[in-house]
Structure formats: C-alpha cells, structure tokens
C-alpha cells in the first residue's frame, strides 16, 4: 500500500462531501476528500443562498422535512455569524393569487372548498406562517407580522394593488464559503482534502480486511491510490455517474437509484430597492421567486426548475428561463426588469431524489442515504439534500457507519461547534468590525467589513503583523489586496482568480478583465 489507509473516503467537495469530512474528522477518523475541480464548484455556489425551512413545501406536506430544516436554521445560525445572518421575507398578498394546482394542499382544498379555485384565503397563509414560526424551536429569529404595504417602506417598490404583506424570518448563507470552511475546519482536525482531483476508479479490494482501492487524477495528470475502510459518494449531480463506474469496475452489483437532474437559474440586476429585506413573490404558475438583497449593489432573482440532460452539460441560464424570471418579479414591481437590466446570472442542477413526483417543482428536496455493504467494503451514497441540511446528513451519515468504526466519537456538530471564525456572538458582528478598525485603523472600515464577513474573527489572521496600507501589499481592485490572496491561497486551496472572485468572495462582479488577469497571474506567480 502506498499511503496509511483512510477511514472513509469521500468522492466530492461540495457541502454535502465538506460536511461529511469535518463531522468524521471531528469524531478521530481518518478522512480523504477527492474533488474534481475547485470545492463548491457544482451546485453548492450555485444556490439562493438561503438557511430556510421552505415555507412552500407546508404545500407538498414536508412537514418533517421543514421542521428539521427550521431547527437548523439557528444552529448553523450561531455556528456561522459571519457567513449567514437573519433575514425578512416580504410575502404581497392578493386575494386572486393562484397557488400551484398540483400540490397535495391545493388537491385538497379542490375537495373540501372547490369555491377557492387555486386561490388561498389570508388566513390560510397566516396559518402556514403560524406552524412555520412555532415548528422549529425559534429563538433567534423574529416571527411573522402583516405589513401594510401603503405605510411601510418595504411597499414602495410594489406596485399599488398590493396593499397586504406577510413578513416572516429566515436566514441568508454565503454558500461556497459555507463548503470552504467546513473543508478548512476537516483539514484543521486532520483530514486530507485533495480539489482539482478526480476519482477514476474505485475497487472492492480484500487486504487484510476489505478495502476500497481508490484510483485518482489531478488536473495536471498525476495518479495516486489510495484505501480506505468505507467510500462516501457525495458526488451531487454526478451521484449515479460515479456508481456506474463503480458497478462496471468493480463487477459486483452495486445498487443505483435513479435522481432527477433539475436546474435552477438565477439572475443578478443592479439594485432593485433601498431595504434590507427580501421578497417571496407568487408567479401566475404558483411557483415561488425569490427577490433578495445581493452583496450590497445588487439584487438577486430567482429561481426555475428546469430539466437537466446530464451532470456534464454546462448549467447555463436559457433565454426562457431570464424571461420567465423577468417576467415574474415585473408582476409585483413598480418598474418591470427587463433584459438589459441583468447584469450576470449562475445555474446549478439539484440531484434530486427520484420520488416519481409530476412535476421538477414537486419534486422533494430531502435527502436519501443508501448504505451497500455486500460484499466487502462498504459503499455510502448520498441522493439530494439542502445546503440547509447538510450538518443534519453529515451527522445521519456517521450515524449510520457507527457500525464499522465502534471508537469513533459521539455527535458533535449540533453543540455549537463554530465554523473556523465564527467563534463570536450572533449579534457580534459589528464589535467584529469595531474590533479590527481598532488593531488596523489604516484600513478602510468597508474592507474590514468584507473581511469580518468572509474571514470572521480568522480575519485578524489575514491582517496579522500589518501596521500600514503598504503591508497589505500589491492593490488588484475591489478592496483586494496581495495580502488577502496570499493567505487564502496558503489556507484556502484557492488556484485561479476565479476560485478567489466568485467562491471564496464574491467580488467578481465588482472587477474587470484586466483586474481579473492580474489576480490571476499574482496567484499563479
Ligand atoms: P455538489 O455541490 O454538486 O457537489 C458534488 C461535487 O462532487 C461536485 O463539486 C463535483 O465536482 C464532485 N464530483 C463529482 N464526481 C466526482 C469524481 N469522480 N471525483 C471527484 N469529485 C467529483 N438548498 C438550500 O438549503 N437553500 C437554498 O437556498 C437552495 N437553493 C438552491 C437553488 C438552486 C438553483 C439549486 C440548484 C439548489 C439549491 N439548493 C438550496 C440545494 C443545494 O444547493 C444542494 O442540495 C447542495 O448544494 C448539493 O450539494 P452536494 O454536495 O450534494 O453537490
């Protein structure tokens, strides 16, 4: 054997594959990671970026799935202040608005109230905001209130036939740093994390107990083997890609379900309002967009439900799907957003569960474990999932390999175990920022701001020993600084500017070509 054997190695670094990494590291297994490209890279950035407990999906019945969901919205809350905060969602209301007819909910009320044609009385909704605030053991997060949209300033954008609002709380996440820390705080407790490198094969191999002999590829064509006791297929949308090597290979019968690829799009336009709150808009389809407050300048649209051919064709936003977004935040606002207003947009593909639902939108967003352990080694696959959930999987999946590692440690990541820099207070952030101004007071406070944001209390690491603005080193725009790369290229597995600019920060749509190249060659130097 080449290297000592891992305990549990795992095939992707997207939340779901970071989680399970640090929650094993954290109980004293030994953890190997392969990610094919840069972590987070696949549908883990891809996200609305929200910590929710999915009020639409009271609709579909979730009743377990939404409890679950708004129980952890206050533990990664308190785990996290500096990537995720709590935030108001603005729900306009109109008596004539059609909810989607395929719900359980709606073929229900078809039966019991069929004089409701698809419409939902305000005390329906109310009551779906009353179970959504007293599910999940709400502490942290304000509960529902009605808004009257003549008054309050959350109406000004809307047009004038929207005069009632709900507003109720959930909470907002940086979603690819979500996926980086979980990888840091993995490798913090000994974890070996390997991006830019792909599993090309994987066999049941019998040494002195059985093993999986993991076969990988780097980007620049180096090969490594490596063992371990249990393989986890985190690989998201290439979940039942990765099986299917291993079926054929392997020769033995390893079990498939089948998921269905769903892609979402979103679209990003200058700022659309001057609040910190977002909107749940209702479209003439009843599906739900999202209207969201985005990295201070912007405004974030979203999102669809489209089907998805294959893992490997590019997840792009079509000209329908711009257009049917534009189209539905236009119902609500005062000035429509039309094409020229959008200035970027992102897809992702959800590997859903196959649950044989009518529809991509019906489709459950839970997530599925399958545990294959015969013969030989065994195999753990992840199907579907939330970034909401992905502490909750990582803890299920432990829970359900107990059995092949009896000394690991107990559940550990629900006890308020921080994220690396998120060991302060959740309404701390500002003492944060007020913190680094005082030990730095030649920085400029919104750089510092950034940095509390992204680095939390680590951002003193980042500044660390620096007593001018010439410490920072070379300037690259958008309040980056040499130093800033050096640091999350040493401690983040950041490559490429793009690694740097839309997964680590996000400050890519504040930087120009030429601002990007120079990032890029500074990294590559
Ligand atoms: P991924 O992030 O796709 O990670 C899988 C990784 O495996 C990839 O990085 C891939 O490169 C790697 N991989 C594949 N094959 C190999 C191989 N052979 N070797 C090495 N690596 C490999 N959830 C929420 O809770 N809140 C939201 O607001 C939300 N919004 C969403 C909006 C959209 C549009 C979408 C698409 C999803 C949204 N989700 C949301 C769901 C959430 O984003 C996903 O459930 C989650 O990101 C899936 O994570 P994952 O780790 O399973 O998959």
């Known amino acids: 054997m080449t290297v000592k054997p891992f305990d549990l190695f795992i095939i992707g670094g997207g939340v779901n ?13 030994r953890v190997g ?3 094919m490209n840069d972590l987070g890279s696949a549908t883990s950035s891809a996200s609305t970026k929200l910590f929710h407990g999915g009020l639409r999906y009271l609709e579909f019945f979730e009743f377990n799935l939404v409890r679950e969901s708004l129980e952890e919205r206050e533990i990664l809350l308190r785990a996290m202040p500096h990537i995720s905060w709590p935030m108001r969602f603005v729900l306009p209301y109109a008596p004539g608005m059609v909810f989607d007819p395929t719900t359980p909910l709606s073929r229900g009320l078809r039966f019991l109230m069929p004089w409701l044609a698809g419409r939902r009385p305000a005390w329906l909704i109310r009551a779906g905001l009353f179970l959504y ?5 709400r502490e942290i997060l304000p509960g529902t209130r009605r808004v009257d949209l003549d008054r309050d300033p959350v109406g000004v954008p809307l047009r004038k036939e929207f005069t009632r609002a709900f507003e109720y709380s959930d909470c907002w996440v940086d979603d690819a740093r979500l996926v980086v820390l979980n990888a840091v705080d993995a490798y913090q407790r000994g974890a070996t994390i390997m991006p830019r490198t792909k599993v090309i094969q994987a066999l049941r191999v019998e040494e002195k107990k059985p093993m999986w002999e993991i076969h990988t590829q780097h980007e620049n064509g180096s090969k490594q083997v490596f063992y371990a006791r249990v393989l986890v297929n985190a690989a998201g949308p290439w979940v039942t890609k990765v099986i299917g090597q291993l079926a054929q290979q392997d020769g033995q019968e390893t079990r498939a379900d ?12 200058h700022k659309l309002f001057n609040h910190p709150k977002s909107y749940f808009f209702l479209g003439e389809d009843g599906r739900i967009v999202f209207a969201i407050p985005y990295l201070k300048d912007y405004t974030l649209i979203g999102t669809t439900d489209v089907p998805h051919e294959s893992p490997d064709e590019p997840a792009v936003c079509s000209p329908w799907e711009r257009d049917y977004l534009c189209a539905a935040v236009s119902r609500y606002l005062h000035r429509p957003v039309e094409k020229r207003d959008i200035i970027a947009t992102y897809s992702g593909v959800r590997p859903l569960y196959e649950d044989g639902a009518v529809s991509a939108t019906a489709a459950s967003r839970d997530y599925f ?6 013969p030989g080694a065994p195999l753990l696959t992840i199907y579907g999932g939330k970034i909401t959930t992905y502490r909750r999987l990582a803890q299920a999946v432990l829970t359900s390999l107990e059995q092949y590692f009896p000394a690991m440690g107990p559940a550990w990541t629900g006890q308020g175990a921080p994220l690396p820099g998120g060991d302060f207070p959740v309404d701390g952030f500002a003492n944060l920022v007020d913190d680094l101004a005082s030990a730095y007071p030649f920085a400029a406070r919104q750089l510092l701001a950034r940095l509390a944001r992204t680095y939390g209390t680590m951002a003193h690491q980042v500044l660390a020993g620096a007593k001018t603005k010439e410490d920072l080193g070379a300037y690259f725009g958008a309040d980056i600084y040499a130093r800033e790369l050096d640091w999350s290229k040493r401690h983040e597995w950041v490559v490429t500017a793009q690694d740097f600019t839309q997964r680590r920060t996000k400050t890519h749509l504040w930087l120009e070509e030429a601002q990007m190249r120079a990032i890029d060659a500074y990294l590559q130097s």
Request: charged fraction near 25%; charge should be neutral; include cysteine.
């Open 17 to 29: 594959g970071c989680g399970v990494a640090r929650d094993a590291s954290g109980r004293g297994l």
């Open 33 to 35: 990671l392969a990610e």
């Open 133 to 137: 605030d007293h599910m999940g053991g």
């Open 258 to 269: 089948t998921i269905r690829l769903v892609r979402g799009s979103h679209i990003i336009t």
């Open 369 to 374: 474990l399958r545990l294959d352990d015969a």
